[in-house]
């Protein structure tokens, strides 16, 4: 009989499967899919078959919403982005960069402003006009202010975590699932290296979804996109884009350009649009090397 499941990891060809009863059995992937150059990745859904020997094999791999190259996981539904309000301090560019490559790939983005207990206010009032246009959580690992409202947004949902090295994801997942005791500060570097471990991804069931850790900021190399990609990632920009004076505007120094006029009159932040164009200037950079 034929089941579906959820892939929570893979190492040397044996996955662990995450059946619909909550159930976690083992599996080998079909020489069909060597054949056919597809391995499964986690975060896919599967349908596999149990044996006789306890074991299961994966026969079908269902069709992916979203794959991401590193880590490799699929089916991805949320980003979490994590920012710190003390140490270090918030790195907006890739806080752009993140909400950016989400969009495309129909990835939910959920900023989460962590150390909520360090925070100086004068810090946190401004980024929370700035990004009023996305969802935000402000929260504390350490006191667990605010995690309770975290624990209800990964409902359902597969979660990925991403952000700087040190804002603390893995502090927060910690928080959330004590019994994965991952390793956090510098510690946590340390026991990598020493042990030369390679970091599979891994997915842990949490709440009806599953969340999965990343190390450091290794989530989605920034790939070139298309100016359409861009205005729709942007959702400041609304409908503007389609009254700039010219078709696919840059909306850096075109004359014309209704994306600039909102930014001048404060319509959205000055520091978003600043560094729009400053990703936009590195997607520009990307397209010359890919057509040259
Ligand atoms: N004050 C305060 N410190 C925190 C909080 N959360 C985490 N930290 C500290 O921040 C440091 C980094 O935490 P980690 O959880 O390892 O950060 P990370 O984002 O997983 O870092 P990488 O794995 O390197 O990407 C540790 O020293 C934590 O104790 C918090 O809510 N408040
Ligand atoms: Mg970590
Ligand atoms: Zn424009």
């Not at 949490?206 to 190390?215: F, H, N």
Request: hydrophobic fraction near 40%; glycine fraction near 8%.
């Amino acid at each position: 009989m034929q089941e579906t499941g959820l892939v929570l990891k893979g190492v040397g060809g044996f996955y662990t499967i995450l059946t619909q009863d909550n159930e976690e059995v083992t599996a080998l992937a079909r020489g069909r899919f060597r054949l056919e150059g597809l391995t499964p990745v986690c975060g896919d859904r599967v349908e596999f078959v149990r044996q006789k020997d306890g074991h299961a094999a994966i026969v079908e791999i269902l069709e992916r919403t979203n794959l991401l190259i590193r880590p490799q996981v699929a089916n991805i539904d949320q980003l979490v982005i994590v920012l710190s309000l003390s140490a270090p301090k918030p790195d907006l560019l890739l806080l752009d960069k993140l909400l950016l490559q989400a969009a495309p790939l129909k990835i939910e983005p959920l900023i989460v402003f962590n150390k909520a207990d360090e925070a100086d206010d004068a810090l946190l009032s401004p980024l929370l006009v700035e990004y009023a246009a996305y969802k935000t959580l402000t929260l504390s690992a350490h006191t667990g202010q605010g995690v309770p409202a975290l624990k209800e947004a990964l409902k359902n949902k597969i979660s990925c975590f991403a952000g700087q090295s040190a804002v603390g994801k893995s502090s927060l997942l910690n928080a959330l699932l004590p019994k994965l005791n991952l390793p956090v500060g510098n510690l946590a570097k340390r026991a990598l290296r020493g042990k030369h471990t390679t970091r599979h991804a891994e997915l842990w069931p949490y709440q009806g979804g599953a969340v999965l850790d990343t190390p450091g900021f290794s989530l989605l190399e920034l790939k070139a996109l298309e100016q359409p990609e861009l205005d729709m990632a942007y959702r400041e920009f609304g409908d503007a884009p389609k009254s700039c004076r010219f078709a696919l505007c840059s909306h850096r120094s075109e004359p014309g350009c209704a994306v600039r006029s909102l930014a001048e009159k404060g319509s959205f932040s000055k520091g978003r649009y600043e560094r729009y164009v400053e990703l936009r200037n590195q997607f520009e950079t990307l397209f010359k090397e890919r057509y040259d």
